[in-house]
């Protein structure tokens, strides 16, 4: 167990929807990181907050955002989907030292129809 | 940018042997971070090992190690005595620090598929 948590595990939705994925860090770890996996793909850096900032961005679509709390959790916001969004959506956190690993949650399977 | 590439789509192996995966990567930085996840049926991402840029012997971790060839950039991996479980898709991973410009987050290779065959 990691210490990252995802919700929810799946999600299917239509086309044109809009849903939010949603991200609780490892205890004490003020960085969260979103990616994109789509189908035998890769991980695509979407976007990282750093207690409350943004601190970096990646290929991420203007239909996405995400933002930080107070509490450090973390919201990725998909809105007008399109089918090619279909993916696992993997949230990581990390403490603030770059020799420090990602710790990833479980991620989360969104579906688009 | 950064960049990793990871040559080989597929491995096999057999069980009990050993097997490397290869990792190459492109940067002008001098100070970065590298890394293996391990990505099994279950989707879960699994860190394996991890290797300092500046340290110049190679990693270890119980069956798995490291070959880090700096001047080369050069990252492979090395499973030795593989098992089943083993199984999994493998990605390397590079990362530097937002002193040296970067954002701190990991850049991945497509990863490899490492089937253990009994």
């Known amino acids: 167990d990691s210490g990252v948590t995802q919700t929810p595990k799946h999600l299917i939705t239509a086309t044109g929807q809009r849903v939010t994925l949603r991200c609780s860090p490892r205890?004490?770890?003020?960085?969260v990181y979103w990616y994109q996996q789509s189908l035998d793909q890769g991980l695509q850096f979407l976007i990282q907050?750093?207690?409350?900032?943004?601190?970096a961005k990646g290929n991420i679509l203007e239909r996405f955002s995400a933002q930080q709390f107070p509490d450090l959790h973390s919201e990725l916001n998909l809105s007008s989907l399109e089918l090619g969004d279909s993916a696992l959506y993997f949230c990581?956190?990390?403490?603030?030292?770059?020799?420090?690993?990602?710790?990833f949650g479980n991620g989360t399977r969104l579906t688009v129809t | 940018a950064q960049t990793v590439t990871q040559s080989q789509p597929e491995m096999s192996v057999q069980e009990a042997e050993t097997v490397t995966l290869s990792c190459t990567y492109d940067?002008?930085?001098?100070?970065?971070?590298l890394f293996w996840y391990k990505q099994p049926p279950s989707r879960q991402m699994i860190l394996v090992i991890r290797?300092?840029?500046?340290?110049?012997q190679n990693a270890t971790e119980n069956r798995f190690s490291v070959n880090f060839q700096k001047a080369a950039k050069s990252f492979s991996l090395k499973i030795s005595d593989s098992q089943l479980g083993d199984a999994a898709m493998y990605f390397c991973?590079?990362?530097?620090?937002?002193?040296?410009?970067?954002?701190?987050?990991?850049?991945f290779g497509k990863g490899t598929k490492l089937t253990v065959n009994p």
């Open positions: 907050y750093y207690n409350g900032e943004e601190r």
């Open positions: 205890s004490g770890d003020l960085s």
């Open positions: 991973a590079y990362r530097i620090p937002l002193t040296q410009g970067g954002s701190e987050k990991l850049v």
């Open positions: 940067t002008s930085e001098s100070d970065y971070y």
């Open positions: 290797q300092e840029a500046y340290k110049q």
């Open positions: 990581a956190s990390s403490v603030t030292v770059y020799n420090s690993p990602l710790h």
